[in-house]
């Protein structure tokens, strides 16, 4: 990240990058996103490190290393709803708010030939992303499903 980045407007229908409960298979894909994608497609977040929360993953901002997920790309009609669905269920309530536990921040996903893909990622709020880099447990290689 860039100390001067330029935002995409919210309303910008970008994919998201999912990197733990939403990821196929796992139990807020079918609460969620099920019905609501168009395309889901392998994909890692680079210059990202994997913190295993309570009960669900946290993403933090580290160069060098990177995380594993999928993008996913809502259905035609779908996306506002599924923005609004998904801020709720991460307890985003717009940029910079105090109350958030993740912030949503566009950043490059790479597809697995490398292509970069500008996406929506929710990563810990600032002061949990201090705490798990102090106290938390990193999940090695960044992939969720790995961590059991």
Do not use: C
Not at 2 to 29: A, C, I, K, M, W
Not at 60 to 78: D, F, K, N, Q, W
Request: glycine share 12%.
């Amino acid at each position: 990240m860039t100390s001067v980045e330029q935002l995409p407007d919210p309303s910008d229908p970008l994919p998201f990058f999912v990197y733990g409960t939403l990821r196929p298979g796992e139990v807020n894909h079918g609460l969620f996103l099920r019905g609501r994608t168009a395309r889901e497609e392998p994909a890692t977040l680079p210059d990202a490190a994997l913190y295993d929360g309570p009960g669900y993953p946290y993403a933090v901002h580290r160069p060098g290393t990177a995380i594993v997920g999928e993008l996913i790309t809502a259905a035609p009609g779908a996306y506002g709803k599924l923005l609004a669905a998904l801020d709720q269920l991460e307890e985003y309530e717009g940029p910079g708010r105090p109350g958030n536990i993740y912030d949503r921040i566009a950043r490059p996903a790479l597809r697995p030939d490398g292509t970069p893909v500008p996406a929506w990622v929710y990563l810990a709020s600032p002061l949990i992303a201090r705490d798990l880099r102090e106290r938390g447990r990193e999940i090695p290689g960044g992939d969720w499903f790995a961590r059991r």
